[in-house]
């Protein structure tokens, strides 16, 4: 087998599936970018969007405008000296695309340029900007496959299609973290590479440690107070993954239970009138492991569509290195997980398994030992292989070797 072409890229542009100012910092692009920061510098560019907000949702589309307008003044920034982000001025929609299209790419060259960026690998996780790879002439690029985009509550499927056909295509490794998503496409692409999501490991893991040996001590403020048994969800409630009709009855079948929500809502205000559920927001990325360790049962009551089939959510590998007990909705990547979380499908099976999981709880250990070799580190490690074995390679690496120029499945 001839050796691939040797190309080194002395920097990543990520054009990413959120906004690095007011996203959740624990996805998949921004993990990724945070360990292959150590190898070279990074631009995260936030993203431009999937679809356009609708005056429609009342206070969530203030909320949405207000938020993306503090990004956009913000312009570049350099986080430290090789993490910098970019929130470019782009217009969103069809209307838009044209002027996006003539502007988007200047601004991105001139933030990498002051990043010491020359010759980018280019990461596309936000599919439109699939149209500005080339005019940033990318030493290689890499395509995020990590959800069906298309199912995107008011995008527009047709365009997400378009772009993800462009970069199946075109990229140097096409990543997929969903076994669905990776056996249903993998083989229309031009170099399909799996690699699942990975964990912080140490901190959720510690974070639990630290409840099961001090207790509620070891709990956040503001849910210190709250009564046992507690159940806890944390993650973005959004009516494409969270479920309100499922999560509502099962309240109603569990009233001697606190439930607490800890995330982002843009669900319609008032959607929950339960006294026994407290709606705390969204935390900082830094926090998230000591509320996920101060429940007795964590949850993920998730809608059935395609969004969830083809879903591998981070925060399942997150519960586990908790160590707290799991009850979910079924969804095709558990097959995984097989012992490690009860799955429950409708609000009565839903709550006796809460129940169960409160009454005999599963050892923390045993929960965090499935998912202790999963660090975003090795996940990181396991790109770089299947890059080489393409050969790209950051700047200063020796060329690989054909030990290196194997298939890597991470």
Same mark, same amino acid.
């Given at each position: 087998?001839?050796?691939?072409?040797?190309?080194?890229?002395?920097?990543?542009?990520?054009?990413?599936?959120?906004?690095?100012?007011?996203?959740?910092?624990?996805?998949?692009?921004?993990?990724?970018?945070?360990?292959?920061?150590?190898?070279?510098?990074?631009?995260?560019?936030?993203?431009?969007?999937?679809?356009?907000?609708?005056?429609?949702?009342?206070?969530?589309?203030?909320?949405?405008?207000?938020?993306?307008?503090?990004?956009?003044?913000?312009?570049?920034?350099?986080?430290?000296?090789?993490?910098?982000?970019?929130?470019?001025?782009?217009?969103?929609?069809?209307?838009?695309?044209?002027?996006?299209?003539?502007?988007?790419?200047?601004?991105?060259?001139?933030?990498?340029?002051?990043?010491?960026?020359?010759?980018?690998?280019?990461?596309?996780?936000?599919?439109?900007?699939?149209?500005?790879?080339?005019?940033?002439?990318?030493?290689?690029?890499?395509?995020?496959?990590?959800?069906?985009?298309?199912?995107?509550?008011?995008?527009?499927?047709?365009?997400?299609?378009?772009?993800?056909?462009?970069?199946?295509?075109?990229?140097?490794?096409?990543?997929?973290?969903?076994?669905?998503?990776?056996?249903?496409?993998?083989?229309?692409?031009?170099?399909?590479?799996?690699?699942?999501?990975?964990?912080?490991?140490?901190?959720?893991?510690? #974070?639990?440690?630290? @409840? %099961? $040996?001090?207790?509620?001590?070891? !709990?956040?403020? +503001?849910?210190? =107070?709250?009564?046992?048994? *507690?159940?806890?969800?944390?993650?973005?409630?959004?009516?494409?993954?969270?479920?309100?009709?499922?999560?509502?009855?099962?309240?109603?079948?569990?009233?001697?239970?606190?439930?607490?929500?800890?995330?982002?809502?843009?669900?319609?205000?008032?959607?929950?009138?339960?006294?026994?559920?407290?709606?705390?927001?969204?935390?900082?990325?830094?926090?998230?492991?000591?509320?996920?360790?101060?429940?007795?049962?964590?949850?993920?009551?998730?809608?059935?569509?395609?969004?969830?089939?083809?879903?591998?959510?981070?925060?399942?590998?997150?519960?586990?290195?908790?160590?707290?007990?799991?009850?979910?909705?079924?969804?095709?990547?558990?097959?995984?997980?097989?012992?490690?979380?009860?799955?429950?499908?409708? #609000?009565?099976?839903? @709550? %006796? $398994?809460?129940?169960?999981?409160? !009454?005999?709880? +599963?050892?923390? =250990?045993?929960?965090?030992? *499935?998912?202790?070799?999963?660090?975003?580190?090795?996940?990181?490690?396991?790109?770089?292989?299947?890059?080489?074995?393409?050969?790209?390679?950051?700047?200063?690496?020796?060329?690989?070797?054909?030990?290196?120029?194997?298939?890597?499945?991470?």
């Amino acid at each position: 087998m001839p050796m691939p072409e040797f190309r080194e890229f002395d920097g990543v542009i990520c054009f990413g599936g959120g906004d690095w100012w007011y996203h959740n910092r624990g996805h998949y692009d921004m993990q990724m970018m945070r360990h292959l920061s150590a190898h070279v510098p990074i631009l995260y560019v936030n993203s431009i969007g999937i679809r356009v907000p609708s005056v429609r949702e009342g206070s969530m589309f203030v909320r949405r405008v207000t938020r993306k307008l503090r990004s956009l003044s913000r312009g570049f920034k350099r986080v430290d000296e090789r993490w910098g982000v970019c929130s470019p001025f782009a217009i969103p929609g069809q209307r838009g695309k044209g002027i996006t299209r003539a502007v988007l790419p200047a601004q991105v060259r001139l933030a990498a340029r002051r990043m010491g960026i020359r010759r980018p690998l280019v990461w596309v996780t936000c599919p439109p900007t699939a149209d500005f790879v080339d005019a940033l002439r990318p030493v290689a690029s890499v395509y995020q496959r990590t959800d069906r985009w298309e199912e995107f509550p008011q995008a527009n499927p047709a365009g997400i299609q378009r772009c993800d056909r462009l970069m199946k295509d075109k990229a140097e490794a096409t990543l997929f973290c969903a076994d669905l998503l990776f056996e249903e496409e993998g083989a229309g692409c031009r170099n399909p590479v799996y690699i699942d999501h990975g964990v912080d490991f140490s901190r959720f893991a510690e #974070a639990g440690r630290r @409840a %099961d $040996a001090e207790g509620d001590t070891a !709990a956040p403020e +503001d849910v210190r =107070e709250l009564p046992h048994p *507690r159940v806890g969800f944390i993650g973005g409630i959004d009516s494409h993954t969270f479920d309100p009709k499922l999560f509502l009855d099962v309240v109603q079948r569990l009233p001697d239970h606190r439930f607490f929500l800890v995330g982002a809502c843009s669900l319609p205000e008032g959607w929950c009138p339960h006294a026994n559920v407290t709606l705390l927001g969204q935390r900082p990325y830094e926090d998230v492991a000591a509320y996920m360790a101060a429940a007795d049962v964590l949850i993920m009551p998730w809608n059935q569509n395609e969004w969830i089939r083809a879903c591998n959510p981070v925060k399942l590998k997150e519960y586990l290195a908790a160590g707290r007990p799991i009850v979910t909705r079924d969804f095709y990547e558990l097959r995984r997980y097989d012992g490690v979380v009860r799955i429950a499908g409708t #609000a009565d099976e839903f @709550a %006796d $398994a809460i129940r169960q999981g409160v !009454a005999s709880p +599963d050892d923390p =250990e045993r929960l965090r030992a *499935r998912v202790e070799a999963q660090t975003w580190t090795a996940k990181a490690e396991a790109l770089l292989a299947a890059l080489a074995a393409r050969g790209v390679v950051p700047v200063g690496t020796n060329a690989p070797s054909a030990a290196a120029m194997e298939p890597v499945r991470g």
